[in-house]
């Protein structure tokens, strides 16, 4: 009579057990976690405000299930240190076990990153840091933002056919801005122009006065800057309080200067300003205005800018991937799954390259105007499918 209580107790203890243990196992194997790092407060915050928010859209509007998987997005803000970021990439790998990592506000924070994702075999989905040389610092890198030399080439083929015969290049003192300066200075004079000087602005903290009083004095017909997101209104600004304008030097850069997050505060000093890059809050198609459209709302009008675009086509290439694979495959299967997606994003046609893992797209030739009361970087020429020119010249 002993007997079967005991063995019913034993099985019933043994069952509460192994529920107990599975319990948590089983919750972990039903979420899907993307360790967004960004940087929040600092320097550079402008860039985590914007792709957090486009990140936090893309859900809004594709649902936080997918392929039965509770997706999770767990942000952390590195303050732009890439020791910070590295800290926080080794905590989410060990400690959350995410399965992917994103972000990478700045080039110095994804390289800290690269090799964590090497070894752990986690997918490293770039979605602001632009420096040529990160997809290949692991082969788990994934970018949804653009490069630098994507970006200048296109300039540097339209400014010598449009009156600037002499230029002086000023640059963030690091990776994309090296990236800038070598391949817009490169080909300007392959295209019979000539390059005057190069000059170089520390990247945190930068004081532009003395460098752009050096560009007034060598008058070239153009100055071509390239700083990160955030840094742009700056060198606006001191453009105009030096008369550079007036003194016939036309200014002429990558897009993250006249940066759609700032634009609209620049003032008239910005209007006419020719830039390149692969995304305008006014390009006009039906996608982006339904896009700008539903960030603005969820945003208190904020408008999106080129980071936001990175990040909402990271989300993009992460749910999709997680679909094809059935929410089965983790570390290199889902790796895969990210390489040579297709699709259309608010800043046009894209894709994936299977080989380099990096994004290729068009690049727009765009000229500040106001319309309707606001400044716009208005697309005016466009060239298609640019694959980063970086890859191809070593
Ligand atoms: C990088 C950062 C930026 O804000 C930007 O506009 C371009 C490049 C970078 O650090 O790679």
Redesign the pocket.
Do not use: E, F, K, R
């Given at each position: 009579m002993q007997a079967p209580t005991t063995r019913r107790h034993a099985l019933t203890l043994a069952a509460a057990t192994l529920a107990g243990l599975a319990a948590p196992a089983m919750a972990q194997d039903n979420v899907f976690k993307i360790g967004l790092i960004l940087p929040m407060t600092g320097q550079?915050a402008t860039?985590g405000r914007q792709i957090e928010a486009a990140a936090r859209l893309y859900m809004a509007q594709n649902g936080d299930t997918v392929a039965g998987k509770k997706v999770q997005l767990i942000v952390k803000d590195d303050t732009s240190l890439p020791d910070q970021t590295r800290r926080l990439a080794q905590e989410l790998i060990v400690g959350e076990k995410v399965n992917v990592l994103a972000g990478m506000?700045?080039?110095p924070s994804a390289m800290a990153v690269a090799p964590l994702a090497t070894q752990s075999k986690t997918p490293l989905v770039v979605m602001?840091?632009?420096?040529s040389s990160i997809t290949e610092a692991s082969p788990f890198v994934v970018r949804t933002s653009f490069t630098?030399p994507q970006a200048s080439v296109a300039l540097a083929d339209w400014a010598p056919a449009n009156g600037v015969k002499t230029v002086v290049s000023l640059v963030s003192d690091?990776?994309?801005g090296i990236d800038a300066e070598k391949f817009f200075n490169a080909r300007m004079v392959n295209n019979g122009a000539k390059v005057i000087e190069s000059l170089r602005v520390p990247m945190r903290n930068p004081d532009f006065a003395p460098f752009l009083q050096k560009v007034r004095d060598l008058k070239p017909d153009a100055l071509f800057v390239f700083v990160?997101?955030?840094a742009g209104a700056a060198v606006m600004k001191q453009f105009a309080e030096r008369g550079m304008d007036k003194a016939g030097i036309r200014l002429i850069a990558t897009g993250?200067v006249t940066d759609d997050d700032q634009l609209n505060d620049m003032g008239d000093v910005a209007l006419g300003v020719v830039t390149s890059h692969h995304y305008s809050a006014a390009h006009p198609s039906d996608m982006n205005k339904k896009f700008v459209d539903a960030f603005q709302k969820a945003n208190k009008g904020l408008r999106p800018n080129f980071m936001a675009v990175g990040g909402y086509d990271g989300m993009r290439v992460i749910y999709e991937a997680l679909k094809s694979t059935k929410g089965a495959g983790g570390g290199e299967t889902l790796l895969n799954a990210m390489k040579g997606q297709i699709f259309e994003s608010p800043r046009g046609k894209i894709y994936i390259d299977a080989q380099t893992r990096d994004i290729v797209q068009d690049v727009y030739l765009r000229k500040v105007e106001r319309k309707d009361g606001q400044l716009w970087n208005v697309e005016f020429d466009a060239v298609k499918e640019v694959k980063d020119p970086g890859k191809t010249k070593k």
């Open positions: 550079q860039t506000g700045i080039t602001a840091a632009a420096t630098l690091y990776g994309p990160p997101s955030g993250d």
